[in-house]
Nanobody
């Protein structure tokens, strides 16, 4: 059973940085594609970043590319999202997801991930 727990959210000013963490208690962490999604109030959940299990290649949405970095520590079974130069439009609930069997073409699709954390709130004010 995979259990994901996010931490690191908070209230920050535009231009600041935050690092989110997602601890995975499951035994298949190193074999899972890991991703971050976010959901702003009144909006649908959207893809933020993913790290492909086979190669370690990373993928980002256009809105965060160059500002956010996804990484993982297999020894700690934790995935991180370093968020720099935060903007008010980055506000939302950030959730991590694990996809042990997701295929690469679905990496940006939330439906492909079988396990989710409870989410952590990120609020950016101007």
């Amino acid at each position: 059973q995979v259990q994901l727990a996010e931490s690191g959210g908070g209230l920050v000013q535009a231009g600041d940085s935050l690092r989110l963490s997602c601890a995975d208690s499951g035994r298949s962490f190193s074999r899972s594609t890991m991703a971050w999604f976010r959901q702003a109030p009144g909006k649908e959940r959207e893809f933020v970043a993913a790290l492909w299990r086979n190669t370690g290649n990373t993928y980002y949405s256009d809105s965060v590319k160059g500002r956010f970095t996804i990484s993982r520590d297999n020894a700690k079974t934790t995935v991180y999202l370093q968020m720099n130069s935060l903007r008010p439009e980055d506000t939302g609930v950030y959730s991590c997801a694990a996809g042990p069997t997701i295929i690469l073409s679905n990496i940006r699709n939330s439906c492909g991930y079988g396990y989710w954390g409870q989410g952590t709130q990120v609020t950016v004010y101007s």
